[in-house]
């Protein structure tokens, strides 16, 4: 059972991660499977527990930038711009790791992604344990990211040995990830940061990510619930649900329900308020055992490009 987070449970965390044990806390994105970044053996622990394929890298969450150079090879002087913008906050960055750091971390690669939450929880967790936490989405592998702790209790359950609850996310949505390893910056998992806000500060990013290192997120199908999931934009919208109307349907629309479906959900045509809300929407029809959920797919507009990301990985699994 979820603990909630106070300054002794918080201290009781960080001993555990010093243990080489598994924490899941809070981010103000989603929340995060965490083990001493420093310690392979307990990083194993988390590719076991979610199932996670061992190339597929980890971000490590830091307390502060200063911390940077401990886990990077070089910093360069745009990831500190971009740090002094956005962190503490939902950005991931994508440099050279140092030598020393394990590349148990880093899916075998020679870079690495680091960022500093902006949670109470975490940044008190990282404060007290005083070093990295590697820490992935605290869910199964693939499958839809939680954003409350008893999202984490209902699927991990007791193979963690401690969840620290700070309440719902409040983004909801994973964080952005930009590159700073190549000749220009380039986003490789869009996020709530939007690619425009990372223009302002660096200029006109690349587009081309051919040959991008591997990150946390970005496999064809990721985020999905075990129900069939089918995503239709609002014209083919209609389309799709008379399609599946003989099948126990469940819907997340941007608008009201309309006809006779088994469930329907409603989500605000606000991003950042609809994105805060999906991951928990898609968990509660999913638990019903329904045949097909159909997702209102929201315009092809900047403001919606982090969760059409993740909508249409989430519908390549079924």
């Known amino acids: 059972m979820a603990t909630k987070a106070t300054k002794d449970s918080i201290r009781r965390a960080a001993a555990i991660l010093r243990d080489g044990g598994l924490v899941a806390f809070p981010t103000e994105t989603v929340y995060g499977l965490g083990a001493d970044a420093t310690n392979a053996h307990a990083v194993r622990r988390i590719f076991t527990v979610k199932g996670r394929p ?50 148990e971390v880093t899916g075998g690669q020679d870079t690495i992604g680091l960022r500093v939450p902006a949670h109470p929880t975490a940044l008190a967790l990282l404060h007290a344990f005083g070093a990295g936490i ?38 909801g949505i994973e964080s952005t990830i930009v590159d700073l390893t190549s000749a220009r910056a380039r986003v490789l998992r869009p996020g709530s940061i939007g690619r425009a806000a990372v223009e302002r500060v660096l200029g006109a990013l690349a587009t081309d990510t051919s040959d991008a290192p591997r990150v946390s997120g970005t496999l064809l199908s990721h985020y999905a619930p075990r129900t069939r999931l089918v995503v239709a934009d609002a014209e083919r919208f209609a389309a799709t649900l008379a399609r599946e109307r003989h099948r126990r349907v469940g819907v997340i629309a941007l608008r009201a329900a309309t006809g006779a479906l088994a ?34 797919l929201p315009p092809d507009e900047p403001a919606w490009e982090a969760v059409r990301d993740r909508l249409a990985r989430a519908a390549s699994a079924a």
């Not at 490590?60 to 886990?71: A, F, P, Q």
């Not at 499958?143 to 620290?164: I, R, Y």
């Open 54 to 103: 061992p190339h597929h890298p980890l971000i490590v969450h830091i307390g502060d930038v200063s911390m940077l150079e401990g886990w990077a090879r070089q910093v360069p002087d745009a990831a500190r711009r971009l740090a002094r913008e956005f962190w503490p906050g939902p950005l991931t960055l994508i440099l050279e790791r140092a030598a020393h750091v394990d590349t």
């Open 134 to 171: 590697a820490a992935p989405s605290a869910n199964r592998f693939g499958h839809v990211s939680p954003t409350t702790a008893a999202h984490v209790d209902a699927e991990l359950g007791d193979e963690v040995d401690l969840v620290l609850d700070g309440g719902a996310c409040n983004v």
């Open 263 to 296: 469930v329907w959900r409603s989500l605000t045509p606000n991003p950042d308020d609809y994105g805060r809300a999906l991951y928990a929407a898609l968990r509660e029809v999913d638990a019903l055992g329904l045949d097909v959920i159909v997702v209102e």
